[in-house]
């Protein structure tokens, strides 16, 4: 079986589809079925062999398809019209947003090639109720309407724009996914730690940091070695420098207090101390090419068992201080146990009686 590889929009993820029965061949114009229906693409990749051992999806969770078919001068003209709708509806749904007062961003709108669903691509600092826009848009459309919400990165991404370098930015250039990031990175490429020099367009820190790194510590012993940073120390992350006032060990990450009033929750391996001796050592690991330290064997310890306790005979009796008791109590053995004379009952009659208690309630 052979596959081939297309890519629906620019740096893209690559999908993998079964070639039709029509000649392919790299930078064709394909129509295929996605999740979200029809969309239109181009061939980044030449058919190959499909290996045994090998599994691919069209995408993740659906087997693979065949190609829908390969496009046409008409299909090119239906997507010049869907790209001039999609800049319609862009403006339409920024005056619904701003009658419904909707605290979002909106950044692009997409058609799908069929026009069976539009999205809409927004930013949002927390949760949006937008239900009552999506009837609007509905009601406009007469179609599928779907907002999404994504993070500053993905915003990037769909934006575009210029990096410090002066060139295109990665991820709207070539990079498919994004790749983790880390301070350490910067800090062990002996970089500057102030974040609005490591930080990228969207706010985060530059992906180009990844490109280098593991030039830098190809044999780091410290990359395998974690620190907790203690609480009230202060330290640096991507956003700024603050101070700790939180650590979850369950979690492994700490909350810093940044300079700014701002709280934000980092990982312990993106968190830098300002001052080394605020780090405590989780893990320790050998350095490379050195064998780690022998354990000293603890000796066993023997214990002596206690000597037997006498048994007692059955007869035992606990011997008693008769003279002691005697004393304290200024008791005379020769003397009788009971002299005092009996005390005279006293008539029923005779008692005193107490008074009545007197009600305050009343």
């Known amino acids: 079986m052979q596959i081939i590889g297309v890519r629906i929009r620019k740096a893209g993820r690559i999908l993998f ?166 301070i350490r990175m910067a800090k062990d490429q002996n970089l500057s730690l102030n974040p609005t020099k490591i930080s990228g367009v969207c706010g985060r820190l530059m992906c180009c940091l990844k490109y280098e790194n593991d030039l830098y510590c190809e044999n780091c012993p410290q990359q395998n070695v974690t620190f907790k940073p203690r609480q009230g120390s202060r330290v640096v992350v991507a956003d700024g420098e603050g101070k700790v006032v939180a650590v979850s060990y369950s979690r492994r990450n700490a909350t810093i207090l940044l300079d700014t009033n701002k709280t934000v929750v980092a990982s312990w391996e993106d968190i830098l101390p300002v001052n080394a001796e605020d780090f405590e050592t989780v893990e320790s690991a050998a350095p490379i090419g050195e064998s780690p330290q022998a354990v000293e064997e603890i000796q066993p310890i023997t214990i002596e068992e206690p000597p037997p306790k006498p048994e007692r005979s059955e007869k035992y009796e606990r011997p008693r201080r008769i003279e002691a008791f005697n004393r304290r109590y200024n008791r005379n053995e020769n003397a009788e146990q009971d002299t005092r004379p009996e005390r005279p009952p006293r008539p029923r009659g005779d008692k005193n009686r107490r008074p009545p208690r007197r009600d305050y309630r009343k």
């Open 17 to 182: 589809y079964e070639p039709n029965e029509e000649e392919l061949k790299k930078g064709d114009a394909v129509i295929v079925e996605t999740s979200r229906g029809l969309e239109y693409g181009k061939i980044v990749t030449t058919p190959r062999e499909l290996l045994a051992d090998e599994t691919i999806e069209s995408e993740p969770g659906e087997p693979l398809k065949k190609i829908y078919r390969k496009a046409t001068d008409e299909d090119l003209i239906q997507l010049k019209e869907n790209q001039a709708n999609e800049k319609a509806a862009f403006e339409l749904c920024l005056q619904k947003i701003i009658e419904h007062e909707l605290p979002m961003k909106l950044i692009n709108v997409e058609y799908t090639f069929d026009v069976n669903k539009i999205i809409f691509f927004f930013t949002a600092d927390g949760r949006v109720d937008f239900r009552d826009l999506v009837r609007d848009l509905a009601a406009i459309f007469k179609t599928r309407i779907e907002l999404r919400q994504v993070g500053v990165r993905d915003e990037a991404k769909v934006l575009g724009g210029m990096g410090g370098c002066g060139r295109p930015l990665c991820c709207a250039s070539f990079l498919e996914e994004f790749i983790p990031v880390s």
